[in-house]
């Protein structure tokens, strides 16, 4: 005789929600069984009513809060639900921090069960809004009336943002303007159904010290209709525009970048400061989104490197060299590598213009440390900041068999941390993990973990 489940799809029970989930929502059990409830916070009791029955979890959703949290709080921002974005703006922000760092501890607990390592209070910022140096909107059509934002959550519906209080004010004001011009000159605009039309998306950068702009228009073709018109509009938005790119995108994909991109006015990079240090940034650079925090997460891996000048450090995943060359001025040598190439050349420019010695390559990680190990080259210190995803398996075996001496892990996701240091434990000793809030208002956490060789 089949088992009948536990629960059922419109189901309805009271729930005690003892913690976060990673992606921001409660986490309550039902019979022994996970139940994930979006919006709901650790402490509340609420009444669910189950929206999806999975084989290990059910999704439910809030029909009353019977006990709210005396840290919930209204959010301030109009669409907060609709978007997604955001996940924990209903979460006052000091406990943010708190639960962020659960969301560590939880991983730990999952994956390396039993190991004792010292997770530090989470820095976290005195202001946590409008801190994003950049945006990247997906453009629609609706009546001849252009939109950019993004897709309301588990839809196909773009929600046309025109303000945001997490995105820096400059950048919500150039989407909106370049917005306005693709409107009054026609510009055909992408149908992500019909994959006809030709804008898909803008992309706006500020660099906060510097004041400088770039606009990106990612487009599916290279042909721009009306395109003396339409630079001298967009150049026209703002004097501080100093870089207007096309990236051509022609894929029917979820990335926001094509392989190639065409200067239309300016410079090819723009030009941002971090704590007196200097970066060039191309289109498609990755560079952090958060330059206050950024300046507090790039200290916590140098007080983790510990430097004296006499070591040698590479730079995994090394986007425009930023890691890099904080730790420059405390090392004999950097190299890092990338597979993006523009990246690889904004390193190498970044580099020589502060004059440090160093050595920036193409390609992946696990190739470059093998190459560099059976030349007779391995490291003192390690750094890496992978994607979400964590560190590459082929990139994981290298760093067993190279095994620098220190290594030091900045990571975006504590699931894929703690996974990794199920391996990574085996030869290296973790001495303590710093997270830092990157992204406030969302779920999101960084976290650095100092790893010595045992």
């Not at 029955?53 to 709080?73: C, D, G, M, T, Y």
């Not at 820096?168 to 019909?194: C, F, M, W």
């Not at 904004?346 to 990680?365: C, E, I, P, Q």
């Not at 190990?373 to 979400?388: A, F, I, N, S, W």
């Amino acid at each position: 005789m089949k088992e009948k489940p536990v629960m059922e799809t419109g189901q309805k029970f009271p729930l005690t929600i003892r913690r976060l989930g990673i992606n921001g929502e409660g986490v309550g059990f039902f019979k022994r069984n996970v139940v994930f409830v979006q919006g709901a916070l650790p402490g509340e009791e609420v009444t669910a009513q189950v929206t999806a029955v999975k084989r290990n979890f059910a999704e439910a959703r809030i029909l009353k809060v019977r006990k709210p949290s005396p840290h919930r709080q209204n959010p301030p921002c109009p669409i907060y639900t609709a978007c997604g974005g955001c996940q924990l703006q209903h979460l006052a922000y000091p406990q943010q921090l708190i639960e962020k760092r659960d969301l560590v501890v939880q991983a730990l607990e999952r994956y390396v069960k039993g190991t004792e390592i010292e997770v530090r209070q989470t820095i976290g910022m005195d202001n946590p809004w409008h801190y994003r140096n950049k945006s990247q909107f997906q453009v629609r059509a609706k009546d001849g009336k252009v939109m950019a934002g993004l897709f309301a959550e588990g839809s196909h519906q773009l929600l046309d943002i025109d303000q945001c209080i997490v995105q820096h004010p400059v950048t919500t004001k150039i989407t909106n303007a370049a917005k306005q011009v693709l409107e009054d000159l026609r510009i055909p605009i992408y149908d992500g159904k019909s994959m006809k039309g030709l804008i898909r998306t803008i992309v706006v950068r500020v660099g906060l010290e510097t004041g400088q702009i770039q606009l990106v228009l990612v487009t599916t073709r290279r042909d721009l209709p009306k395109k003396r018109l339409l630079l001298d509009r967009l150049k026209a938005i703002d004097p501080s525009i100093v870089s207007i790119v096309q990236n051509i995108n022609p894929e029917k994909t979820s990335l926001i970048f094509g392989e190639k991109s065409i200067t239309l006015h300016g410079k090819d990079t723009i030009n941002e400061k971090l704590d007196g240090l200097s970066f060039d940034l191309s289109a498609r650079a990755f560079f952090q989104l958060n330059p206050e925090q950024t300046v507090n997460l790039y200290n916590e891996i140098k007080k983790a490197a510990s430097l004296t000048g006499k070591e040698s450090v590479v730079d995994a995943y090394c986007g425009v060299g930023s890691i890099g060359l904080w730790l420059a001025d405390g090392a004999k040598e950097i190299r890092g590598m990338d597979v993006i190439q523009e990246s690889v050349e904004d390193a190498r420019r970044n580099a020589a213009h502060h004059g440090f010695k160093s050595l920036y390559v193409t390609g992946t990680a696990e190739e470059w440390l093998e190459k560099w190990r059976k030349e007779g080259y391995v490291p003192d210190v390690l750094t890496v900041d992978p994607p979400r995803t964590g560190l590459a398996d082929p990139l994981l075996k290298t760093i067993l068999k190279v095994k620098p001496k220190r290594f030091i892990y900045t990571s975006c996701n504590p699931s894929t941390l703690a996974k990794d240091l199920q391996q990574l434990l085996k030869v290296y000793r973790a001495e303590y993990i710093q997270p830092v809030d990157m992204f406030p208002q969302t779920a999101q956490i960084e976290a650095v973990v100092k790893l010595v060789r045992k």
